[in-house]
């Protein structure tokens, strides 16, 4: 772990623990994000991205369990940590914006009000400085009229504008991590482009890292310079973002970049991956990814992957890169 | 093959055709067959009901026998006698019959009417829903005891028929509101859209689309309703309805709780008849919702 | 030369928002406010367009599931809104709508045999085992397995419930499929199968797509044309390697601009639209556009632009594009 690591997630397992099983909704992901990094993580729904954020934040509630594993966050684990010294740290130093911005914020309460609770929390503000604070904030996020607008309700507010309200309120205390969780999913095309302008902006006047979850790969493209791909609980491949893009090596990877319609390539077909995203209850052994991947090996179904180093900065969790296994095809 | 798996793949398989589909009763009657508490429930209900029609045969007694007032239970009299000296036994096995026809008769006509109002009130909506939501409003915040004083002189007839009708009617609203608003929900639904869109009628809609998905809520209230319509029932009676000699268990009831200080009994087994009865209600009613559930296929 | 097997004229559909004691109407939401446009056969024609801009409603309108305030609806030169019952039952097996979001577009407690029967029980195009054989032909079309036709839609995945809307849309042999977001609940993974699905039916069986999104990179790849609805009205209508590559209208360049595409850091130019999508409750005179339009002179404020042809098979409503 070096100097400018801000946050290293080693080996984390976080399960539910349901009547039918054990689902296994993270089970072993490693991550690092440095100072002032946007790392994206991406994934399809199920995949364990979400869960990933709320592990961090230590917000996973019962039938869920982090059952394993180290999230070091500036020389301290996370995962030792007790529930008021989490409140100290969730808004002040680790913040999360979430997919859903109106119904994040509660509808009976200010826009304004909502902001200032959140800096009385975590700041040592005077009472009557609240209120400029607050308006400081939201015409920094780009909100017109910011002292008249935070007497407004959420219900008042377009999607975008709460998007950029819930942006408001998790910079509001100068966090050192704001995890993003699908922040523009909802959000029309062009309000998606406003709010991602506006977050590379706030990126470098706050200098916080973001952790960016999402599955659209072009809106990860727009703001991340890493890239961490997760499937079924795992992270398959991990390393800045046009490594990924232009030499992907886990085929998870592969088949997804050339699964999904792209603005400036032609196809007339676009590649399938075969079958569908596993349950995650009870999962079998071996890699995930191998009931659908082409080149899957008999290896595959028996043993898992490690997330291993290729090369520079580049790392991929898939035995076709492992030089201890012969690369025999599978039949 | 787990019943309950989720169908993973997208490929086509060479497997043969699913021998003789189990109709869709099949499948209900063989869940209802494992579920313990549809088992139970049913049990209970076949057994009150068994004892009410034969009552007359094995009852200790006749209604109509006198022996001495207030006695507790002994041997003679498992249940006691009542403040007239009738076998209480005897009352609360003759009572079921009364009571379970006044409980069953007033759900059905709660259903007739409310189903079907609620039904078109929901899904028609606009001028039509309005009309029949002021009518159920009105029924519903008619001051009840009143209205049923006057129509106790109106009524010519007295009899439990009576009884059953004016609860069915008075009972209604509170179907009507809940199914209508059922209907408002999944008449937005898309797939409600998508019949439409093949150019299904509207009542094929109703009945084919949103109904089967509203019968479990319907369920739910009719079972929980059918305690409540028998000690109503009690009330009526004593309003000039019925005849208050009579021996439901709503009579009983009432008159068991004003002798409880002196004659426990009264109040207690004809008590333990009805919650005995109302359990069996309800778990058969749950058993039967979860029966129809789709979502699982049982065992 | 192939024919015009749908033509939009000028088609309307308010909705009334109604306050005061008496109810009466105090606004409106204009969702379709004046769009014509033409459908030639086996062609796909991408209607796209962010939040409140219609483009549901127009779908819907045309199928003639919401009744449309003025305007004409043409389908093989037949006016739909003057069909009755019986004549507008028979066009309903021609064009088929499938949805946008595949756990609610099943009813729940329905087979897919039921699902994908219920046309021929409707229209009574089948009975018995010939409607068997007939949902047996379809699953397999669509690339499902037929021993599964007994299921309930909660023992499929999303990709297979939308296989199963698309075999129910299909029942009726129709020629013209109206697809409201057909792939936008679905898994990226999933998503590709449904899209070549798509792709497949129509080469095999002729079909005309109507194809609905917000989605601007898969309405690229499935569609020929592309329309762009903003605010209740079209905007731009060209073909679609021009549109997304020259598009004349501010509103459609912006929106090409903001298509974030994967692997791409840099931008040529990036148009970043001020404010949000207006609402289309009774909007002001003048083009719709013109409040967020960087290009805005005072005409556009007064009158609204007219959708014209500016250049071969290319329609913009803009002032400035005459």
Known sequence: MSESTLITINDLKTYFFITEGVVKAVDGVNLDINKGEALGLVGESGCGKSTVALSIMRLIRPPGKIVGGEIWFEGEDLLRKGESEMRQIRGGRISLISQNPMSSMNPVFTVGGQIAEAIKLHQNVQRREIKGKVAEILDLVGIPDPSKRMEDYPHEYSGGMCQRAMTAMALSCNPQLLIADEPTTNLDVTIQAQILKLMKKLRKDFGASVLLIGHDLGVISELCDKIAVMYAGRVAEYSDLMTVFEKPKHPYTQALLESIPRLDVEEERLRIIPGTVPRLINPPPGCRFHPRCEQAMTVCSKQDPVLTEIEKGHKVACFLYDSNVRTKPQV | MSSNSRVKTDEKTEEPYEPSRATRLFIVWRKLRTSKLAVTGFGIVLLVATLALLAPVIAPYSPESFFLTMRPPTLTHLFGTDTIGRDLLTLVLYGARISLYVGLGAVFI??????????????????????????????????????????????????????????????????????????????????????????????????????????????????????????????????????PTSASWGVLLWRGYLYLQDAWWIITFPGLALFFTSLGFNLFGDGLRDALDVTTRGR | MSETILEVINLKKHFPIRGGILLRQVAAIHAVDGVSFNVQQEETLGLVGESGCGKTTLGRTILRLVKADAGTVRYNGRDLFKLDKREMQKIRLEMAMIFQDPYSSLNPRMTMSDIIGEPFDIHRLAKGQEKKNRIRELVEKVGLAPFHIYRYPHEFSGGQKQRIGIARALAGNPKLLVADEPVSSLDVSVRAQILNLLKDLQEELGLT??????????????????????????????????????????????????????????????????????TPIDPPPGCRFNPRCSYRQPICAKEDPEFIEVSEEHFVSCHLRK
Do not use: C
């Open chain 2, 110 to 243: 709660e259903i007739s009417i409310g189903l079907t109002i609620g039904m078109i009130s929901g899904y028609f909506g606009g001028k039509v829903d309005e009309i029949l939501m002021r009518i159920t409003d009105l029924v519903l915040t008619l001051p009840t005891l009143p209205l049923l004083i006057v129509a106790v002189a109106v009524f010519k007839s007295k009899d439990i028929n009576t009884i059953v009708l004016v609860m069915g009617i008075f009972g209604w609203p509170f179907m009507a509101r809940v199914v209508r608003s059922e209907f408002l929900a999944l008449r937005e639904t898309l797939f409600v859209e998508a019949a439409r869109s093949m150019g299904a009628s509207n009542w094929r809609i109703i009945l084919r689309h949103i109904l089967p998905n509203v019968l479990s809520t319907v369920i739910v209230i009719a079972t929980m309703d059918i305690p409540w319509y028998i000690f109503w029932e009690a009330t009526l009676t004593f309003l000039g309805f019925g005849d």
């Open chain 3, 209 to 278: 797509y109507l194809y609905i999104s917000h989605d601007l990179s898969t309405v690229k790849h499935m569609s020929d044309r592309v329309a762009v609805m903003y605010v209740g009205k079209l905007v731009e209508l060209a073909p679609s390697k021009i549109i997304y590559k020259d598009p004349l209208h501010p509103y459609t360049e912006a929106l090409m601009s903001a298509i974030p595409v994967p692997g791409r850091k840099k931008r040529e130019k990036q148009i970043i639209l001020k404010g949000s999508v207006p």
